[in-house]
């Protein structure tokens, strides 16, 4: 194992003391419990909206907290779900008197020390409410997750639901808003290569050369299928049509595309499926009206990709193109 660290135990302290660096004007971050929180926090008369999970994802979720995003995020080590304190640290610096939305993705791990912190919250007469994103269409139920696991869609309702809050809507609105993107939004991912945890030093499973992992997890879960490798076309479709079938996306539905790479497929793969993703989708008469592509909700260094539609309105697409500032979204 080859990686540019010092020392396992040490990566995520030293990885966020760089991000802080790099990203002052935008950020802060609490190292003990490890919290990343927007640098202008807390926003007086604004929903505080919190999300985290496991390191390993960057740049979800530290990256995505800023203006128009998140308010906070809370990283665990990694793929390891962030501690009970470091949520109630978060939602305590973040506060601005509006309530507080938290963003789970659906690992049992994230579910029960978000729960835990939003009644410390309540405890102290901050109103609280979560929402949760199951948005993968690929297993009803993994090593981590009862009912679906909360994968690429995480990214837009981050955005949409960060938007809304900074226009000033009210935690029950946020919520609401919340919602209507988990109901609309589906995703599905794929593995040529396993990712290595620093602290294991061993790829995260054995996948063969000329094998390819269907419907794989974002720390590396088993899919719904393991088959001998195909090309770009092959391997579209095998996203694309599940996640399709799944809500169902009809003709004339308009589309939110992101083509996301699991962190080891570069720009020029991404780039060539983002356009067969969009050819196969004008094929059905589906409109893709905005894109996001890049390595924005990765698995370390896993080669891969995955694929994620959202169903938009107008209000979700306003909400979409309204201005952020984080470190890896920046428009408006």
């Known amino acids: 194992m080859k990686k540019i660290i010092n020392d396992p135990s040490t990566v995520v302290a030293e990885s966020l003391r760089g991000l802080e660096l790099a990203h002052s004007d935008l950020i802060t971050v609490i190292q003990d419990p490890a919290v990343v929180v927007r640098a202008d926090a807390p926003v007086r008369g604004k929903v505080a909206v919190i999300s985290g ?126 919602e209507r993107v988990v109901a609309n939004v589906r995703s599905m991912g794929l593995a040529l290569a396993a990712p290595i945890v620093p602290h294991v030093g061993d790829p995260s499973f054995d996948l063969p050369d000329d094998e390819m992992e269907v419907g794989i997890g974002i720390h590396g879960e088993p899919g719904r299928a393991r088959m001998p490798a195909e090309n770009a076309d092959g391997i579209v479709r095998r996203l694309l049509e599940p996640i399709v079938e799944d809500l169902p996306f009809a003709d004339g539905d308009r589309v939110l595309l992101f083509t996301n790479s699991m962190g080891g497929t570069p720009l020029i793969e991404l780039y060539l499926a983002h356009g067969i993703a969009e050819r196969m989708l004008g094929e059905r008469g589906i409109v893709v009206e905005r894109r996001l592509v890049g390595p924005y909700v990765t698995s370390l260094e896993m080669q891969g990709m995955s694929l994620t539609l959202l169903k938009l309105d107008d209000e979700l697409l306003e909400l979409w193109d309204a201005p952020v500032r984080t470190a890896a979204l920046r428009w408006g």
């Open 53 to 178: 999970g496991g390191s390993g994802h960057e740049p979800m979720h530290g990256g995505l907290v800023g203006l128009g995003m998140l308010d906070a995020a809370c990283p665990g080590a990694v793929f390891t779900s962030p501690t009970p304190d470091q949520m109630q640290t978060a939602i305590e610096k973040t506060d601005g008197g509006a309530g507080v939305l938290l963003i789970v993705k659906n690992y049992t791990g994230d579910i029960l020390n978000f729960e835990t912190a939003a009644e410390l919250a309540a405890a102290d007469d901050i109103e609280v409410r979560s929402i949760v994103i199951d948005d993968d269409v690929a297993v009803k139920d993994s090593l981590y997750t009862a009912g679906r696991r909360g994968v690429g869609g995480t990214v837009p309702l981050e955005k949409i639901v960060g938007a809304a809050a900074e226009r000033g809507d009210d935690l029950a609105a946020c919520h609401a808003i919340a």
